[in-house]
């Protein structure tokens, strides 16, 4: 790379590298969700995206009602969305498990088909409350903008908001799943469901509860994402071929695995969108995918539970 | 005695049913025939006092952002047509149908409004993947197309009426006054990957080096509806070109801005000159991510002139204060008015006879928000370039008019 001073190319690599971890962030928060519930519970939840937008739209009225009745309270407004956001879709998603999913447990394929129509209803609610156009909340000052960190690097404060809170997910849910004993119901339920509600574990109550948690992470991810992109009716279609990627990549049932294929995923599809252009990087990143699942179809981390 | 009743009660039991049978084909003829009555046209939907036309955009999905404004415009223009007497005596019939940002689904649903509904006249379509979808059923099925939309030109279709600017009408005159107002020498395309874009940097990008001597030192093309764009930012701020060149469509627009401000890209900083940005795109990117960069259209809501003001306060009224006009909407906005002078001129619906009045070059629209437009008889507008700069209320303060522009679909040297 003729041309360019040392600073220069260091600044970009700097910023490139950020770059990647930035999208790391991003999909690990989207898969994160759905690797819960297809991990541990072994449905395929088609709605994923949608419980994301549900987040969005949260945080979009949110931001309004403050907006119009208690304009001073516009800087702090964004983390409480969060948590209302996670709040919303996981109720939502409680609900889901309640009325739909429940019934179809032991017939995985029909699962698929179910939460399909539910992403189908819920986008038509969407457009029918919302309206057709994308709507973007205000975001608060402090989330806009760059951090310069040298004269040449800045650093978007978005993407490092973002980064922050899905460490905090992350942290969030390995303390649940394998330090509370919640999360030791949870695997024990997924390891052997018969033995499991033996001992006295409510195995139906447990199943609700990780459904409407990885809702609720997903409606978390909605919140986070406005602050990178607009949110219409549809936006969950444009996450959920990503963040399936992810999980399957990663192996179904290990939440390492998903860690792991994110990073990889991100880092390849950053890297490549800067040496080609951003629709060949796509195909190269998919291409390889694919490959690599023809060798390994459990994906990176093979799931370790007893057939 | 017996027999009788035994044979009426049979009869009648067959009479029943056929009736039953007949009953709905009954609803249909009847229907059918209302329709069928010719006025002046053959097989078109038009009675003794109404007219059907079509109108075909996205109601959903990713375009959806775009589009909602051009079909509220079209549905406006209808209305204010209706309300002063209609075309020929007749009241003009809607029938809506979505293309749900899906090409194939514009393919489908033109074949469904020509055949099916065997309407006069079409307005619909926004990308240029839409309309080249659309395109080969209109010529066949010899129906008649108001588009709206700003496009990359070098098409010409019997059967389309062209209401935005062809390229050379807004690319070239944005990129003269970039690079004399700026004095802009190098340049970095970036667009959304469909046939749009792309050939539009084709035409920029001969125009940058033949005409203005200049340099692209980038092109980049990502997909429609990607939200990413860390990487492209970071090429960008490597290359350090004078202007950005850019036609992000749809709700990628809205994550191309928010990341640019993020990674602390600024007008301050760098011009950036974007063909796909319009007031409507603005009510989802937000003022305050775009303040002080540039869009090239025809139309700005904020132009000052009392067509326009008239036209604003009717919208406002009709779609609510919320509303805004873009580019695409206000073109929107002329369709039913240029089909209403061509059919007024040739005397009938029939498409191919309000073609050629179309083409004889002396429609004229002396009402029309932007001013005055004038139809070529290569079927698009005489129309004049501006350059908008974005201020935070979301609205456009015009910093340079063209003159009036000759449409010119097909230029030399840029193909």
């Given at each position: 790379m003729g041309?360019?001073?040392y600073?220069?190319l260091?600044a970009?690599?700097a910023?490139?590298?950020?770059?990647?971890?930035?999208?790391?962030s991003?999909?690990?928060?989207?898969?994160?969700?759905?690797a819960?519930i297809f991990?541990q519970?072994?449905?395929?939840?088609?709605?994923h995206?949608?419980?994301?937008?549900?987040g969005?739209y949260?945080?979009?009225?949110?931001?309004s009602?403050?907006?119009?009745?208690?304009?001073?309270f516009m800087?702090?407004?964004?983390?409480?969305?969060i948590?209302?956001?996670?709040?919303?879709a996981?109720?939502?998603?409680?609900?889901?498990?309640?009325?739909?999913?429940?019934?179809l447990?032991?017939?995985?394929?029909?699962t698929?088909l179910?939460t399909w129509g539910?992403?189908?209803i819920m986008?038509?609610s969407?457009?029918?409350?919302?309206?057709a156009?994308?709507?973007?909340?205000?975001?608060?000052?402090?989330?806009?903008?760059?951090?310069?960190?040298?004269d040449?690097?800045?650093?978007?404060?978005n993407?490092?908001?973002?980064l922050g809170?899905?460490?905090f997910t992350?942290?969030?849910v390995?303390?649940?799943?394998?330090?509370?004993?919640?999360?030791?119901?949870?695997?024990?339920?997924t390891q052997?469901r018969?033995m499991?509600g033996?001992?006295?574990i409510n195995?139906?109550?447990i199943?609700?509860y990780?459904?409407?948690?990885?809702?609720?992470?997903a409606?978390?991810a909605g919140?986070?994402?406005?602050?990178?992109?607009?949110?219409g009716?549809?936006?969950?279609t444009l996450?959920?071929?990503?963040t399936?990627m992810v999980?399957?990549?990663g192996?179904?049932?290990?939440?390492?695995g998903?860690?792991a294929?994110?990073?990889?995923i991100?880092?390849?599809q950053?890297?490549?969108?800067f040496?080609?252009?951003?629709?060949?990087?796509?195909?190269?990143?998919?291409?390889?995918l694919?490959i690599?699942?023809?060798?390994?179809?459990?994906?990176l981390f093979a799931?370790k539970?007893?057939? | 005695m017996?027999?009788?009743s035994?044979n009426?009660?049979?009869?009648?039991?067959?009479?029943v049913?056929?009736?039953?049978?007949?009953?709905?084909?009954?609803?249909?003829?009847?229907?059918q025939?209302?329709?069928a009555?010719?006025?002046?046209?053959t097989?078109?939907?038009?009675?003794?006092d109404?007219?059907?036309?079509?109108?075909l955009h996205?109601?959903?999905?990713?375009?959806?952002i775009?589009?909602?404004?051009?079909?509220e415009?079209?549905?406006?223009a209808i209305?204010?047509i209706?309300?002063s007497?209609g075309?020929?005596?007749r009241?003009?019939?809607i029938?809506?149908?979505?293309g749900?940002s899906?090409?194939?689904?514009?393919?489908?649903k033109?074949?469904?409004?020509?055949v099916?509904?065997k309407?006069?006249?079409?307005f619909?379509?926004?990308?240029?993947?839409?309309?080249?979808a659309?395109l080969?059923v209109f010529?066949k099925?010899?129906g008649?197309?108001?588009?709206?939309?700003f496009?990359?030109?070098l098409e010409q279709s019997k059967n389309?009426?062209y209401?935005g600017q062809?390229?050379?009408?807004?690319?070239?005159d944005?990129l003269?006054?970039?690079a004399?107002?700026?004095?802009?020498?190098?340049?970095y395309?970036?667009g959304s990957?469909?046939?749009?874009?792309?050939?539009?940097?084709k035409?920029?990008?001969?125009?940058?080096e033949?005409v203005?001597?200049g340099?692209?030192?980038?092109?980049e093309?990502?997909?429609?509806?990607?939200?990413q764009?860390?990487?492209?930012?970071?090429?960008?701020?490597?290359?350090k070109?004078d202007v950005?060149y850019a036609?992000?469509?749809?709700g990628?627009?809205?994550?191309?801005?928010?990341?640019?401000?993020a990674a602390?890209?600024?007008?301050?900083?760098q011009t950036?000159l974007t063909?796909?940005?319009?007031?409507d795109e603005?009510l989802?990117i937000?003022?305050?991510n775009?303040?002080g960069?540039?869009?090239i259209?025809k139309?700005?809501q904020s132009?000052?002139n009392?067509n326009?003001v008239?036209f604003?306060k009717?919208?406002?009224?009709?779609?609510?204060d919320?509303?805004v006009?873009?580019?695409?909407?206000q073109a929107a906005y002329?369709?039913?008015w240029?089909?209403?002078?061509?059919?007024?001129?040739a005397g009938?619906?029939?498409?191919d006879?309000?073609?050629k009045a179309?083409?004889e070059?002396?429609?004229?629209?002396?009402t029309?928000?932007?001013?005055y437009?004038?139809?070529?008889p290569?079927?698009?507008?005489?129309s004049?370039?501006?350059v908008g700069m974005?201020?935070?209320?979301?609205?456009?303060?015009?910093?340079?008019?063209?003159e009036l522009?000759e449409?010119?679909?097909?230029?030399?040297g840029y193909q």
């Open positions: 041309g360019y001073s600073d220069e260091g970009i690599f910023m490139q590298g950020f770059a990647g971890i930035s999208l790391f991003v999909l690990l928060l989207m898969a994160l969700g759905l819960i991990g519970m072994g449905v395929i939840n088609m709605a995206g949608e419980f994301m937008a549900a969005a949260t945080t979009y009225l949110i931001s009602l403050t907006e119009t009745y208690i304009p001073a800087p702090y407004y964004f983390v409480f969305s948590a209302a956001a996670f709040l919303v996981g109720t939502l998603g409680y609900l889901a498990e309640f009325i739909l999913i429940r019934h447990y032991k017939r995985p394929l029909d698929l179910a539910l992403s189908l986008q038509q969407y457009r029918s409350i919302f309206g156009r994308e709507v973007s909340p205000t975001l608060p000052d402090w989330l806009m903008g760059a951090y310069p960190a040298t040449m690097i800045d650093i978007p404060i993407g490092m908001f973002v809170l899905t460490i992350t942290l969030a390995f303390y649940l799943m394998f330090k509370s004993s919640w999360g030791l119901r949870v695997r024990a339920t052997n018969v499991a033996a001992v006295g195995t139906k109550k199943d609700r990780t459904f409407a948690l990885g809702c609720g992470i409606g978390m919140a986070a994402f406005t602050t990178i992109a607009s949110t009716p549809t936006t969950g996450y959920i071929v990503d399936f999980v399957v990549f192996g179904a049932a290990s939440l390492f998903t860690i294929s994110a990073f990889s991100a880092q390849a950053s890297i490549l969108e040496f080609i252009s951003g629709s060949m990087a796509k195909v190269f990143t998919l291409l390889t694919v690599i699942l023809m060798f390994k179809p459990e994906g799931s539970v007893r057939r | 017996s027999d009788k035994d009426q009660r049979s009869w009648g039991r067959r009479k049913v056929r009736a039953l049978g007949a009953l709905p084909l009954g609803i249909i003829l009847a229907s025939l209302s329709w009555a010719p006025a002046t046209t097989g078109q939907a038009v009675t003794e109404t007219v059907t036309v079509g109108i996205s109601l959903t999905g990713t375009m959806a775009s589009e909602t404004g051009a079909q415009a079209e549905k406006l209305k204010q209706n309300e007497g075309i020929l005596g009241q003009i019939k029938i809506q149908e979505d749900a899906d090409w194939p689904t514009f393919a489908e033109s074949r469904k409004l020509l099916n509904d309407v006069a006249a079409v619909g379509c926004w990308t240029s993947a839409s309309r080249k659309a080969p010529e099925e010899n008649l197309l108001y588009y709206p939309t496009y990359e030109g389309v009426i209401t062809e390229a050379t009408q807004q690319i070239l944005g003269n006054w970039v004399k107002e700026k004095g802009a020498k190098t340049f395309l970036i990957d469909y046939i749009w874009p792309r050939t539009s940097m035409i920029a990008r001969k125009h940058i033949n203005l001597g340099k692209v030192v980038g092109e093309y990502k997909p429609l509806g990607d939200t764009f860390g990487s492209v930012i970071n090429k960008i701020r490597l290359k070109p950005i036609a992000v469509v749809g990628s627009n809205v994550a191309w801005f928010k990341q640019l401000k602390g890209i600024n007008s301050k900083k950036l063909i796909s940005v319009t007031e603005v989802g937000g003022g305050e775009l303040e960069f540039y869009s259209m139309y700005f132009q000052d009392a326009n008239a604003v009717a919208f406002k009224e009709m779609w609510g919320d509303s006009i873009g580019d695409v909407t002329l369709g039913p240029l089909w209403k002078a061509a059919v007024e001129k009938t619906f029939d498409v006879a309000v073609v179309s083409e070059g002396d429609i004229e629209l002396t029309a928000p932007e001013g437009v004038k139809l070529h290569n079927h698009h507008l005489w004049k370039a501006r974005w201020k935070k209320d979301g609205q456009a303060e015009v910093v340079y008019t063209s522009l449409p010119d679909p097909f230029p030399e």
